[in-house]
């Protein structure tokens, strides 16, 4: 079985070379290569059957800062379970040198200085060379590339070419299938025009064609690689039309439909699978209690929740693969398969250092050209950052802060609503904001910032809505993304509470008062699920307030407070 020891010889090898009190001279190093693409893929293989998985890669072309949370509560039965780990506590978890690369890769521990010393991640060029460098070791005949979806959507190259820029890149890459989510913010007629013309299988098993209550998408498919039948269920996220505008998709119905899925893996082995793998969009801890209700998946590989873990979490016989996103990680997952059963596996969660690996050419010149049409606009500064800039995490997030503090000043309201996407890169202090750097944060298909009155109680079932879609005990209540940051109001939040009583002490910042359920207040947001939502985009919103103020320094939020945990 694989080990801790052996994940973390590539950072142990690199321990030995930083040596003590070198951690600052680490950009030299890594120019000098002394981290090595053969350090980073280190991994004693097993059998024949690779699988490589990679997923939620937001449409990140280049590379990229991104700072994983540093809260990430699990209620009920997963408290304190990966991934609900983070910090000082994954670190030791997973015995882990603070200051050390993986470190830095999987925690926000000291993210800012370790940053500048251990540079961007990510770039589809250098995981380009990941893939092709297993595919050549493993053979092609032995490998399968899996996309977990939320490809297509997060950019602004992404948005101006409605999702053909990743579509372009990610053909060039060969995957064999994939499964989706933000890709049907695009709407059902730009979906269905590129999934019929993708050259691998889309693959949506609890997608059904709501006129005729039938699946409508291929189910699942069967692969022989590595000598073994390998079949491949797609999950897309379950509650698209709900996270997102249901009237974009209005002939298909989602859900988790469990049931379904335990019909396919019945199917599958009737067929002769040896290996059943579900390419899940679900999020983690729906797909944990997944694998313990539905026997016969031998490997889940999940995304949604963003969550990188540098081991499978194992659901009685299932290894439950958690391969991060923006294009931080490739996963890879050995498996030995003998007398029509995994017997073992070896797994390597792959850090994609954009300063050690080599940029693949061919995908590099294609990045390029896809991005050719819109350089005059990413590269163009909007100002500058004397905060660390982040939206990844249960609670506050500074981008969104920033957004919040725009959409309080130039919409003039009284309070901000930010939904709690877990899309958007980082930007460290001292960095210029570019017009990309905006548009990676709230590049999306519904962007109208609208400006409307609540009252202090809907603004209170708001909060308690969201809170119970984060919080609820059992997961496959729980609808994805993080709290809705809040600009303008504080308020009292207890996680361990039923919904209704989560949210309490509302205030007013302005004013210090206690919000009033019968009062109204002029609230400003943004990605309104309502199909007629009017209003400017928030690129331009945020935009305009940057101009106006164009060093950006953002006071220490402290307007949530989290009691009970």
């Known amino acids: 079985m694989f080990s801790r020891r052996e994940f973390l010889m590539a950072a142990t090898a690199t321990s030995a070379l930083l040596g003590s009190g070198m951690a600052g001279s680490w950009s030299k190093l890594m120019a000098q290569q002394a981290l090595s693409e053969d350090q980073l893929m280190a991994m004693e293989p097993a059998g024949s059957l690779t699988l490589v ?53 999987l925690t926000s521990e000291d993210f800012a200085s370790l940053a500048k010393s251990y540079g961007k991640m990510g770039g589809m060029d250098r995981v380009a060379t990941v893939i092709k460098r297993i595919r050549a070791e493993r053979g092609d005949d032995n490998v399968l590339l899996l996309d977990g979806g939320d490809t297509w959507q ?10 053909q820029d990743m579509v372009t890149v990610m053909n060039a890459l060969k995957p064999d299938a994939m499964t ?50 390998v079949a491949v269920i797609g999950q897309a996220f379950p509650y698209t039309p709900i996270a997102n505008p249901r009237w974009m998709i209005p002939g298909w119905s989602f859900g988790i439909r469990e049931e379904d899925i335990a019909k396919h893996v019945e199917e599958a082995r009737g067929e002769g699978a040896e290996v059943i793998v579900l390419l899940s969009h679900n999020g983690f801890d729906v797909d944990r209690k997944l694998a313990s209700n539905v026997a016969g998946i031998d490997v889940i590989l999940t995304g949604h929740t963003h969550d990188a873990l540098p081991e499978p979490v194992i659901v009685n016989d299932t290894l439950v693969i958690a391969s991060g996103s923006n294009g931080k990680f490739v996963s890879r997952v050995d498996l030995d398969v003998k007398d029509g059963a995994v017997v073992g596996y070896k797994y390597r969660l792959i850090p994609i250092f954009s300063d050690v690996i080599t940029p693949d050419a061919e995908m590099s010149a294609l990045i390029d050209e896809v991005r050719a049409p819109f350089e005059a606009d990413l590269s163009r500064v909007l100002g500058k950052t004397e905060s660390l800039l ?73 909060l308690e809505d969201v809170g119970d879609n984060l919080f609820n005990k059992d997961p496959y209540y729980q609808q994805g993304g993080d709290m809705v940051r809040v600009g303008g109001m504080g308020y009292t939040i207890d996680p361990k509470m039923e919904i209704g009583e989560r949210i309490s ?61």
């Open 180 to 229: 989706g989510h933000w890709e049907f913010t695009y709407g059902t007629d730009r979906v269905q025009e590129i999934i019929d013309d993708l050259p691998f299988a889309f693959l949506g098993s609890n997608i059904y064609d709501n006129e005729w209550d039938e699946p409508a998408f291929e189910a699942w498919k069967m692969f022989e690689r590595g000598g073994s039948k």
């Open 154 to 163: 997060g950019s602004y190259t992404s948005n101006q070419t409605l999702g």
């Open 390 to 462: 982040y939206r990844r995490g249960n609670f506050n997030g500074t981008f969104d802060d920033l957004i919040c503090q725009a959409l309080l000043e130039e919409r003039d309201a009284q309070i901000a609503l930010s939904p709690g996407f877990r899309w958007g890169t980082s930007l460290l202090p001292g960095q210029d904001i570019t017009f990309e750097d905006l548009h990676n944060a709230c590049a999306m298909t519904y962007p109208a910032a609208y400006r409307s009155t609540m009252n202090g109680q809907m603004l209170k079932d708001i």
């Open 53 to 105: 998985h990679i997923t939620d890669i937001h449409a990140q072309l280049k590379p990229i800062y991104f700072r994983e949370p540093s809260i990430n509560l699990g209620i009920g039965d997963v408290t304190g379970k990966p991934p609900h780990v983070t910090g000082a506590d994954f670190l030791k978890l997973y015995n882990i040198e603070a200051g050390s690369p993986d470190a830095y890769a």
């Open 505 to 565: 002490d509302m205030t007013l910042l302005s004013t210090g008062e206690p919000i009033d359920p019968a009062k109204d207040y002029v609230v400003a947001g943004w990605a309104s699920v309502n199909e007629d939502t009017e209003g400017p985009a928030i690129w331009d919103v945020v935009e305009n307030h940057i101009t106006k103020n164009p060093t950006v320094k953002l006071p220490d939020n402290e307007s949530v407070k989290v009691i009970g945990v």
